[in-house]
């Protein structure tokens, strides 16, 4: 028991750190054109905002939006507790959350496949997709219509949370979009550092859903996921500090980290119909996956260096 909890929070990490990686380049950047000042504010208060209030907070947020009925005293309490009444209601609930989480996850990683800019960590498989990129939005349209179907037959609550997962990436994505191009003007503007704070603000909360979305493919306890999520953050916080150059050396990472996002999305969905998935398959599959293209491009980083 004590193993398995340990697995888990060590994959959480392991994945809230490598899938923030673009989080802290992103930080890393926008501080270099700030005062000293400011940058001390944000890696501290911005720290606590980030890692111990949105990531602290969120998962009792997605929990109650998906137990409506329950009180928020009663959601506080269910991480702590065994009130029969909350974990049944928390129970019930699960495949409509896992069905949310592993259609946002799904629907991240497409978007990646597609249409992002990236390293050939798998040449052919990935120059493939990309000459296909038209195809992004018919691909989606067509994943989540099937998922719906069976969904709906499920339940209606199902059916509507694979349209939830939908729209939270596609509103996510948007944001995200926003922030590239808000970077770019911040990177040669002489706009305020308050500005910027707020600016960095935006783009840690909204990574921050990635991350504790990720997370119920790993457990549904939330204690593992703060204490996962809380101690991937914090890596990423030290990263943004000393190491990011170093980071961006390892070029297949960001492969690593949405191949690993693929396989938690599919078991998201798998456990949503009543799969069995042992529980640590989704800690392992991270630990092999992220490995495996650690080690790509530490040869990779070997090749050029020689």
Known sequence: MIFSAIFTIVGLSLFEAISSVDNAII???????????????????????????????????????????????????????????????????????????GVFLLFLFLHWLFLEDKHLGLPRTEKFFMSKGVWFYATVSVLLSIIAWFALKESNLMGFGAVVGSTLFFITHGFKQNAEEQEKKLLGSTQSDLSKLFFLEIIDTTFSIDGVLGAFAFTLSVPLILLGNGLGALIVRELTIRNIENIKKYVYLKNGAMYSILVLGIIMILHSFDFHIPEYLSPLATLIIIGFFFWKSRIHLKNKLT
């Open 27 to 101: 930080n890393a950047e926008v501080l270099s054109t700030m005062s000293e000042r400011a940058k001390r504010w944000f890696l501290v208060w911005g720290m606590l905002f980030a890692v111990f209030i949105v990531r602290g907070v969120l998962p009792f947020v997605i929990i109650w939006a998906f137990n409506p009925t329950l009180s928020v005293l009663q959601i506080l309490s269910a991480a702590w507790s065994n009130d029969p009444l909350v974990l049944e209601s928390i129970e019930k609930s699960a495949p409509i959350l896992l069905v949310a989480g």
